[in-house]
């Protein structure tokens, strides 16, 4: 007989909420809070929330979104894993684990019905438009009534409330720009810079604790520059990966993933003259100094 199967929550940046079947009313959610089915959840302005299920797939929230868990099935006869999410409003972002065939995830928005073997897609859902793009090979498929669209690998659609629906290929990759791969920056801020995009409209940057992305950062979405400055930084490595945003407010491919280190230095860079020597009395017009401090300076 199948069971209720539960979900994580393993990270949250901001302010996230919950509410399960027998709250009155939203609560706070925290780090490592287990969800139950038909558990609703909701991120709030500059937060995201990542949920884990049994299987290890992934689920992103991002800010101002709102979606309910609606079924965690597991059979414990054959290791089935039965699930599915509605998307109220908002976006997120999944990595869903396909090592089993057996497997089944279905996403669900306001009148639209969507089933997939991808494992790598993302998802918007607002007052008017609903927004699809894939990124695995494997096919995500969706029935919005009129419309039965398949989209391939880096293949995105717009479906619009009268049942419209406009398909086009996602943007290449972003390139990068500063700082460089490796690179160690001193402070608690950084300047991150890319390649302008021509056919961008905008552009999705995301910062990052883990080369994963497991631990976000900084989300920012919509940006118009191609630098954007993160500030109030921890010292440690850091993550960051940019995507453009074509005219219908699709992510096209995540540029490379590069990693800096902040370090945090308070402490003045030595500094040590060798020549010329104390006192000593020269006869030309020029003379050659010597000395040293450390590296960077």
Not at 63 to 90: F, H, Y
């Amino acid at each position: 007989r199948d069971r209720a199967a539960e979900a994580l929550i393993t990270d949250i940046h901001g302010d996230v909420e919950g509410r399960d079947p027998a709250e009155d009313a939203w609560s706070d959610r925290q780090l490592d809070d287990i969800l139950v089915e038909f558990e609703r959840l909701r991120t709030l302005s500059k937060s995201t929330t990542q949920v884990t299920f049994r299987d290890l797939s992934r689920l992103r929230l991002n800010p101002n979104s709102n979606a309910t868990i609606q079924r965690m099935r597991s059979d414990p006869l054959t290791g089935k894993e039965v699930t599915k999410v509605s998307l109220a409003s908002g976006d997120f972002y999944a990595l869903l684990n396909q090592l089993s065939d057996n497997d089944s995830f279905e996403i669900d928005v306001p009148g639209i019905k969507t089933t997939t073997d991808s494992s790598d897609f993302w998802i918007k859902n607002d007052a008017d438009t609903a927004r699809f793009v894939n990124y695995d090979d494997s096919t995500l498929d969706i029935d919005a009534g009129a419309n039965q669209v398949s989209l391939g690998i880096d293949e995105g659609v717009v479906i619009t409330a009268d049942g419209k629906a406009h398909k086009t290929e996602a943007l290449d990759r972003a390139v990068l720009a500063q700082p460089l791969d490796g690179s160690d920056v001193y402070g608690q801020a950084v300047a991150l810079t890319w390649n302008e995009f021509p056919e961008a409209a905008g552009y999705w940057l995301e910062v990052a604790g883990d080369p994963g992305f497991n631990r976000m950062i900084t989300t920012e979405w919509g940006l118009k520059d191609i630098s954007y400055r993160a500030e109030a930084l921890e010292p440690g490595l850091h993550y960051w990966r940019v995507a453009a945003l074509d005219t219908l407010g699709l992510p096209g491919k995540w540029s490379e993933t590069r990693q800096f280190d902040l370090r945090v230095d308070t402490t003045p860079p030595f500094l040590t003259l060798f020549a010329p020597a104390d006192g000593v009395i020269v006869e030309q017009a020029q003379i050659d100094i010597l000395g040293a401090s450390e590296k960077g300076v």
